[in-house]
């Protein structure tokens, strides 16, 4: 059965929403993979009102709410380029995590590929977060390359790309 939907955040209040949601769930899962200072920083940089105010606006970037019968339970970040999509945020709330929200969400990502004919699903994840690294592997997603990217202020993100076919 599936209740999850997807709601485009638009709004300026959407946004807020978002941004916060962001910051609660990077300072609760983030911490045993990276520091602190670090989660504040990736936060402001890449997840505050601005960054994703800038994302959509000029970068093509789509945000959504993962939505439970009018509750918003986690968001989804992606961008389409290069005839595939790239996921580029993809968590949900602590409370919320092992119910089949994350497969329920990854059926209407396939949908939304197949619709826009887009080939693959490609997203980032940091090499020692092997429970979300399981997750993505069991639903489909295979490891391509290893990548380190130098994100400022000392800062890298040292991460698996990952990526999943969608067939016709």
Not at 35 to 62: C, H, L
Not at 94 to 118: I, P, V
Request: net charge negative; hydrophobic share 40%.
């Amino acid at each position: 059965m599936m209740d999850l939907t997807l709601l485009q955040a638009e709004t300026e209040e959407d946004i807020a929403s978002l941004a916060d949601m962001a910051s609660r769930i990077w300072f609760e899962y983030f911490v045993s993979i990276i520091s602190k200072e670090q989660i504040e920083y990736m936060v402001e940089k890449f997840q505050s009102v601005e960054a994703i105010q800038d994302q959509t606006k000029r970068q093509g970037y789509e945000y959504y709410f993962m939505n439970i019968h009018g509750a918003n339970i986690g968001y989804l970040g992606m961008k389409e380029e290069d005839g595939r999509l790239f996921l580029s945020k993809f968590y949900i709330l602590k409370e919320h995590r092992g119910k089949g929200y994350a497969s329920q969400a990854m059926k209407l990502l396939t949908e939304l590929c197949k619709k826009r004919s887009l080939g693959s699903i490609w997203l980032t994840v940091n090499r020692h977060n092997h429970s979300t690294i399981a997750v993505y592997e069991k639903k489909g997603f295979k490891t391509v390359r290893t990548q380190v990217a130098d994100i400022g202020n000392g800062f890298v993100m040292d991460d698996y790309v990952m990526e999943k076919k969608i067939a016709e």
